[in-house]
């Protein structure tokens, strides 16, 4: 049994009940016959903190070609498609049913996971095209005004006497002509999610053309924060929301700084909520954006009076990788041996394990590889209880293929579990090589021990008996 075969038995078995029967279709564009074997769907929960679940695993066929679950919300929904090291970052509705095309980026990947792609949808009329259409035109008007913009602010020296400003005031005309177009036409302002990105652009162009930050609160505040009768916890779900508000508050806690120090110093949620014209809620948000951008012990004492309200608990969970393998999900992972036997991770179980991630195109994989063998087969004077495994990430069965022909001998230990996006998370997979050490039972003891030559020996030999 192959590893495609075997994932593709496991696709029905990961499907959540929040996925609706109706459906879909997809397709991989430029791609040509090496597209991806697996699309790993998740559903992203809030754009905030980008927290997301996994919801299926969804084969691709042969000619690039895939279906997609409906979501039974009647709302839109943000579900990602990775697929490593690429994601697509794509906003559902019931009410989109076009075929939804997977880009491949024209430039290599920088990274082995997390790498953004486009996407687009059949239909040359939809929200998504409407907002791609707007994004161009305000990218050229971005372009046009970038230099006298920088020379305005100073940043261009001897050049701010040079300025234009009636260009600037007829570039402004021209995006704010090009923005009120766009946020009125039915297929945006249908979609809340579509309107809070055209809105956050929007207030992007204002930070951007100087505007004082005072100016925007204050505008922020006249329009509600745009919302439109959505709760805080609905708001932070939309990605253009969010990025609407971190445009206008970025530097809000720089306003009055003795004065907010004193808030922060006595707990006063009150007195920032009310400095913000905001709800309590939208001002612990604030004070979240503070810790982010400018951490201090005086943030660190704040959250730990407020750890326990609803927003303190999301930022305790943002903290944390809940992607990362622990010993009870580790172990119930199953991974494809030399022979095509699918094998559950627990046959590590009694010893612990150093494991080297590899990829066949990989030149420092080889080598560390190589000096791997070399201390799995000397370090046995002083410690008899660890295994060494090598792992294989390539994506499809020829490089697998290929990872098998530079095994040393028959004995050695070398397993493959392909491009899926749960290995690469839940090891933390960030570059290869990478050596990863399990305990005897099964915890992860390390995400990045060492490279063999960089001294895994000795970390080895002091791990605990």
Request: net charge negative.
């Amino acid at each position: 049994m192959n590893f495609k075969r075997f994932a593709q038995a496991l696709c029905a078995s990961l499907l959540l009940s929040h996925v609706a029967i109706a459906q879909t279709e997809g397709i991989m564009s430029g791609w040509h016959l090496d597209s991806p074997q697996f699309l790993y769907l998740y559903l992203e929960h809030e754009a905030l903190t980008g927290k997301k679940s996994l919801v299926d695993m969804i084969p691709v066929g042969d000619n690039g070609e895939f279906t997609l679950p409906y979501f039974t919300e009647d709302t839109e929904s943000v579900v990602e498609l990775e697929s490593p090291p690429f994601k697509w970052t794509v906003i559902v509705s019931k009410a989109i049913n076009d075929t939804l095309i997977l880009h491949k980026p024209a430039n290599g990947p920088t990274k082995l996971k997390g790498v953004p792609a486009k996407y687009s949808l059949s239909s040359a009329e939809s929200p998504l095209s409407e907002f791609e259409n707007f994004k161009k035109r305000t990218a050229e008007l971005d372009y046009l005004s970038a230099y006298d913009r920088m020379a305005q602010s100073g940043a261009v020296g001897g050049a701010k006497g040079l300025v234009d400003n009636k260009y600037l005031d007829s570039l402004d005309a021209v995006f704010h002509a090009e923005y009120s177009s766009v946020i009125e036409r039915d297929l945006i302002s249908k979609s809340q999610y579509y309107t809070d990105l055209v809105i956050a652009s929007g207030w992007r162009w204002r930070r951007e053309a100087g505007e004082k930050s005072d100016v925007l609160r204050s505008d922020w505040r006249e329009l509600d924060g745009h919302s439109n009768g959505r709760t805080l916890a609905e708001k932070i779900k939309s990605p253009g929301w969010v990025q609407a508000w971190a445009e206008v508050h970025y530097d809000w806690f720089e306003a009055d700084k003795q004065l907010l120090n004193s808030y922060v110093l006595k707990g006063d949620l009150d007195s920032i909520a009310y400095f913000l014209g905001s709800t309590e809620e939208e001002a612990l948000l604030a004070m979240w954006w503070w810790d982010l951008n400018n951490p201090s012990q005086m943030t660190s004492g704040w959250w730990a009076r407020y750890s326990n309200t609803k927003l303190g608990q999301m930022r305790l969970s943002s903290l944390k990788n809940e992607d990362l393998f622990t010993s009870k999900t580790f172990q119930g992972m199953r991974w494809t041996t030399p022979s095509t036997d699918v094998e559950y991770v627990d046959e590590l179980y009694g010893l612990w394990t150093a494991i080297i991630i590899v990829k066949s195109e990989s030149i420092a994989s080889l080598r560390e590889w190589g000096a791997f063998r070399g201390i799995s087969e000397s370090i046995r004077v002083k410690r008899n209880d660890v295994r060494f495994v090598a792992l294989c990430i390539d994506g499809d069965e020829k490089k697998w293929s290929n990872i098998l022909k530079m095994r040393n001998s028959t004995s050695e230990i070398v397993r493959w579990v392909g491009a899926d996006a749960r290995w690469l998370n839940g090891l933390d997979v960030q570059s290869v090589p990478q050596v990863v050490i399990v305990s005897p039972s099964l915890e992860i003891h390390s995400y990045s021990a060492p490279l063999p030559s960089l001294g895994l020996r000795k970390y080895l030999e002091n791990l605990p008996r």
